[in-house]
């Protein structure tokens, strides 16, 4: 009897492991990190160091970095991820990853209202006529990364972008 | 207590640098969560999100102390340091230097302040220290030690918002013994209190210079310009004030200035701002000079002449202070210690000054240091007034946004292409009585476009917000940019005088009522604020805008239909039971696009219509059936074909007028028909069935059913005749309208009695049965046959059609046989009663014949028993009964009035049985007979031609 129910345990326990491995695997994972750039000049060349951005000054430059992986076993199309810019920060200029292979980049002004591919415009009447200016890079909103194709299986992109704390 | 004026300049400016960027503040979390979307294996929408990452914000620590200076070298860092501010100040007086704190912290900070002075004479000129210096909280950052501002030595800082700062004072006294030319320094240190220690701001110098000799002072004040509504001009007072601060006397300038003659004085002169006018006889001056004082003027900016009077124009205006003898060319006394002097004068701007234009203006007084020989030209504060910011608008018809609209003026819409013609006419801002733009007619359906000119009537720049105030109930207005096509957005942004036009599109519904005064009214706004204006867009009429044609597809078989409306009717002849086409073609008559539906009326009844498309103009009916058109353009045409479909049983009709009729689904009033005609043949036809034949005895009667139908399509008035045939037979015709069918009674119809008939209608397409009764008189002879063709005559309501049925009667009469036989001639009675002797019995046979050509009914071969012979029991049987039938052999006890089917008991009793139906019985058999019966035949109990019974039975002679 003992040897019975031992295997029993054994069966059950190896259930439950095979449904939880199972469950992890149903979905992408979206992680994101931030960074404190600290920028300092060794032999006349500018190197850049990381620190994790757990305290900032104002002023100081923060790095995102998002990383989407898709650990299950299909593909996934239509794969979009958004990065919001804190209101305590702004977006600085060309920082974010422009992969065109990869995926294709837009930014918003406009709290996600609007999306368009960076640099960004917009209309405004002036003078009683409608003209159209560049939005400076400090006031994006948002920043959207578009995947090609599809998220594979299996695999891992990531993408930055930076900001400056106000 | 000097020169209040630049002070005050100073504090302005420092105010205007101490804005600074708002920095995120200390301990701010600043949190961040990355989404992503994208669609599942089963192609659902999913979401999913990132951790949070949270960073958060440290504290920073700055601030600033201005003005500064630069600072020197050696003990304080005095040796060659140049001061931030400084000032001329009289022995006894009391010097103020003002100083602002901004705190550069994203947090509260505590600054530590203290006071260091150059000490000894040295290079930097200083000779002498303040005495007492202390530092002041500037509660009301006036730049001035006012009544209850306390001293300070640390100034706590709460960073609320940009621009945070505190306002201090450093104040000393001047000794009352300090010589001329005597010169302070003294520099303000602090230190940021823990934990911003690390903040430092050490280099705040200041100087005081000490005076022995005039020193003449001049403030400037200008007053917030003021509506003169009057003039409509906007006036601003200018004061200039000041007093002889100094010492000692201030001389007068030999020929200050000439008029006429040269004139020894001191001048104030003040040149009349650009875009500003001197306001004639606004002018007034006074002062304590020693000579007279009176106002001057100049026609030229540089104040190169003046006069007495008020010039054309007033480019400057001046105070001329004489000395005592302003003709001698000498300078004297003129300006005593503590006098004063006073000028006010009133320039004006026009209205149209755009808004927030800076109006600045500085004086200058011209005078003479006590020594008599130096020149000394003391300017006053630099004042800026800014014109007022007028913020007005005026919105009217196109071109005419204010004063009175006339005219006409015409504009195409670049997006419908319709062109429109305005009339324009009432008053629109400043007077603001109705000013409006009409357009004399459109259609329904359609939208009208107005032209509305905004103007900026303000003097600044501003956005307009233009709307929709009102319009008339049913219709829409919606507004556009001057391209036409763009929506207007959130307003107009225009420059002062400019104009831009609105364009107005106003919806006239489809649905609209056409009418010569609908005048749908939209009133237009303007708003400015605080100020707005409206002008009125009218369309007075209405007509239709939709318009349709429906004609007959005339130009069948073709490749397009005619464009004309021709409507000559299509007139169709067809039978019942059939499908007819009517090729149509509709045709958007109006101006704006519309479906339309398809309706009939008078169609003959019974026959329905449908409506197809003939998309290949063939005039046959192409796809499902439609019941209302897919959109057409003005002036597009579409083939229809209307199918009727006519019943099998309709009713004739004579050229029916069909009206085909097409309304606008979006006015019900546009609407046109095409009657066409259609006539359906009259069909007159009565079946009568069937044939009917059957023999009767004579007499004898039978009766035959048939059936009557009106296969026409109209009722029929039927008669029903008899025709000839031979004598003895007679025939009466009912309708088997009564209780029971198939059976003549009292509820039938006679429709012939013998003699005539008795006409009734017969609806079309029903059948009433018919009951023919036939009856034969007695001695007609066997065999006699009657074929009578009975005819049904029938009237329509065109033409008549009839039909016939024969029924054949043969007359059949009975012919029973009957042969009845003995097994023997001799027979010899019974010895005595009771006695069994079959020498005594006779046999008889009895064989019944039908040798009648026709069927027998209710056979009965009656026989008696002979006299003197007894019935034997058991004797009697009959054999050959026909397939079918009962034979009863039955027996009567009483001559043949009862009979029972058992003959009675051998019951003697007076001896033995005998086994005959003696006397010694009871009862006696006196006769049998046979009952031939048939419950399923036809007739009932048939005894059918040819049929023979032969009956047996035994008597015994007694």
Redesign the interface.
Known sequence: MNAIKTTLILVLSMIGTLALAQAVKT????????YRVISEIVNGKTVENFAK???????DT?E?R?K?SNP?Q?G?????????I?S??TYLENSATNAASVAILLASYDRKKSFATPPLKRKI????K?VEETVKPNEYTDLRWIVRGQ?KAGQTLEFKARVK?? | MKKIGIVTTLLFALFGTAAFAQTTAATTQISNQASATYLDSLGNPQTTNSNVAITVVQAVYGYTITPSGTAGTGTGNFTGALPGQTQNQIPGSTVNFPYVITNTSNTGITVNLALSQQTGVNTDGDTFDLVSPLIYDDANCNGQLDFGESAITSSALTQLAPGNVKCIIVAGGIPGSTPAAGRANINLTSSGAAPAAAATDNVNFARVDVLNDADLTLAKTASAPVLNSGSGLFEITYGLSGTNAGNLAAKSKPAVVTIGTAIDGILISDPIPAGATYVTGSATGSSGAVGTTSVVYSSTAAGTTWSLSETTPVARVGLLMRDATPGDGLSTNTLSVGATYTLNFKVSIPASTPGLTPITNVAAIDYRNNNGTTNVTVPSNTVTSTSPELKSTAIGPVGQPVGTASGTASYTDPVSGLSFTYTRSGVGAPTNTLDQEVVATAPSGTVVTFVNTVRNTGNTTQTFNISVQSVTSGYSAALYQSDGSTGLGSGVTLAPGADYNVVVKLTVPAGSTPSASANVTAVIKSDAGTSSDITTDILTAITSGQSVDIRNNDNLPGTAPLTGTTNTPIAITTNPGTTVYYPLTVQNTGVVSDTYALTTSGLPSGSTVAYYLDTNGDGLPDGAPITSTAVLSPNQILQLVAVVTVPANAAPATAAPISFTTTSNSNPTSTDTIVNTLTINAINSLLFTPDRNSSITSPGTVVYLHTLTNNGNSSATVSLTPGAGLAGFTYLIYRDNGTTPGVIDAGDTLVYDGTSPTTFSLTAGTSTPILVQVSAIAGLADATTDARVITASGTFSAGSASATVTDTTKIVLGKLDLQKTANTATAFPRTAPGVVASTSEITYTIVATNLGSGGLSNVIVFDPIPTYTDFKFGSASVSGCPVGSTCQIQYSIDGGTTWSNTAPADSNTTGTSNGYSDNLDATRVTNIRVVVTNATSTPVNLFPSGAAITITFTVSVR
């Open positions: 979905k992408p994972e979206l992680t994101l990190e931030s951005a757990d305290s900032v000054k104002p002023g923060v995102y998002v989407a299950t299909a996934l199309p239509n794969f979009v991820i958004d990065l919001p804190p305590s920060t009447i002036k003078d009683g409608t998220l704390v106000k």
